[in-house]
C-alpha cells in the first residue's frame, strides 16, 4: 500500500499545506480518503489517472474534508467519462448537496459511475483489494452530525486512520489503536501532545504520522519531533507530498 499526503492542513490551507486528502494505492487501484481542495488537481499533477479510483472515503462533511468532491465529480462526470468509482459520505444531507452541485454544474449526473453511498458503521467497503471499517467518532456530536475514523486493511497491512476526533482529551481516539497496526494516522488539530501521546503510548503499532495539527502548532509541532526516538514507534508529521509505503 501506498500513501501519499495530498493535502495535510488543518481546517485553513496554509502557504505549503493543502487541507485534508490522502491518496491510497494498492496494486493498480486508487483511493482516497478525504476529499478537501483541490484534491482534482492534485491527482492530475501527479499523473494519477481518474480511471485508477475506485473509492472516495470521506471521514465527516466538514468542507476542508468534502469540498474538493465538487471538481472530482464534475470532471469525472463530463470530462474523464472512464472514470467509475464509489463516494461514501457520512450523512445524507452531504450527498445530496454534491449530487446536486454536479447536476447543477454539469446539466446531469452519470449516477452509473459516479455512485454516492451513506457510510455504515463496521465493515463497509471490501472489493478484495482493500477493507475498510468505519469506527464512529464524537467530532459532530454537537451538531448531531456524524463522523468517523478508518481501519484501513490491504496485503496483510493495516492502517488506522482517525479523521477528526472530539475534545482537549481525544476520549475518542478509537480503541481499535489496542490491536497491532502498521501505522496510525493522527490527527492533532483538537488536542495537544499531552492528550494524545499516554494514548499511543499504549498501542501496538509500527509508526504514527500526524496530519491536520493545529492546536498551538509550533508548539505541537516542536513536541512531534522530540517524541521521536522517545516512544517503541517511529513518529513524526507529514507534510504536503510526502510518501509512505506500507
Ligand atoms: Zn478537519
Ligand atoms: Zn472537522
Known amino acids: 500500500m501506498k500513501i501519499t499526503f495530498l493535502g495535510t492542513s488543518h481546517g485553513v490551507p496554509s502557504p505549503t499545506r493543502y487541507c485534508s486528502a490522502t491518496l491510497l494505492e494498492v496494486e493498480d487501484r486508487a483511493y482516497l480518503i478525504d476529499a478537501g481542495a483541490p484534491v482534482a488537481d492534485l491527482l492530475i499533477r501527479r499523473g494519477v489517472p481518474f480511471e485508477k479510483l475506485r473509492a ?14 465538487s471538481a472530482l465529480c464534475s470532471l469525472a462526470n ?15 444531507r452531504g450527498i445530496q448537496i454534491f449530487r446536486q452541485m454536479v447536476r447543477v454544474t454539469d446539466g446531469s449526473l452519470d449516477e452509473q459511475r459516479l455512485r454516492f453511498h451513506l457510510t ?14 468505519a469506527i464512529s467518532t464524537r467530532h459532530m456530536e454537537q451538531v448531531n452530525g456524524t ?3 478508518y481501519l484501513i486493511e490491504a496485503g496483510g497491512r493495516r ?13 475518542d481516539f478509537p ?9 496510525i494516522v493522527c490527527e492533532m ?6 492528550a494524545i501521546f499516554p494514548r499511543l503510548a499504549a498501542c501496538p503499532v509500527r509508526q504514527v504520522l500526524f496530519n491536520h495539527v493545529y492546536h498551538d502548532y509550533e508548539a505541537s509541532m516542536a513536541a ?19 510518501v509512505v509505503e506500507l
Do not use: C, K, N
Not at 486512520?161 to 481525544?170: N, P, R, W
Not at 488539530?189 to 499531552?194: K, L, M, R, T
Not at 512531534?224 to 504536503?240: H, K, L, S, T
Open 224 to 242: 512531534i519531533r522530540a517524541a521521536a526516538g522517545q516512544y517503541p514507534f517511529e513518529v513524526r508529521a507529514v507534510e504536503d507530498g510526502d
Open 78 to 92: 463530463w470530462y474523464y467519462r472512464e472514470s467509475d468509482f464509489d463516494i461514501y459520505m457520512t450523512e445524507e
Open 189 to 194: 488539530a483538537h488536542f495537544g501532545p499531552d
Open 120 to 133: 455504515s458503521p463496521g465493515v463497509f467497503y471490501d472489493d478484495g483489494t482493500l477493507r475498510v471499517t
Open 175 to 183: 480503541a481499535a489503536a489496542q490491536e497491532p497496526t502498521d501505522l
Open 159 to 171: 492502517m488506522l486512520f482517525t479523521g477528526d476526533l472530539h475534545g482537549e482529551d481525544a476520549a
Open 56 to 69: 472516495v472515503f470521506t471521514t465527516h462533511i466538514h468542507s476542508d474534508h468534502t469540498v474538493g468532491l
Open 147 to 149: 463522523s468517523y475514523a
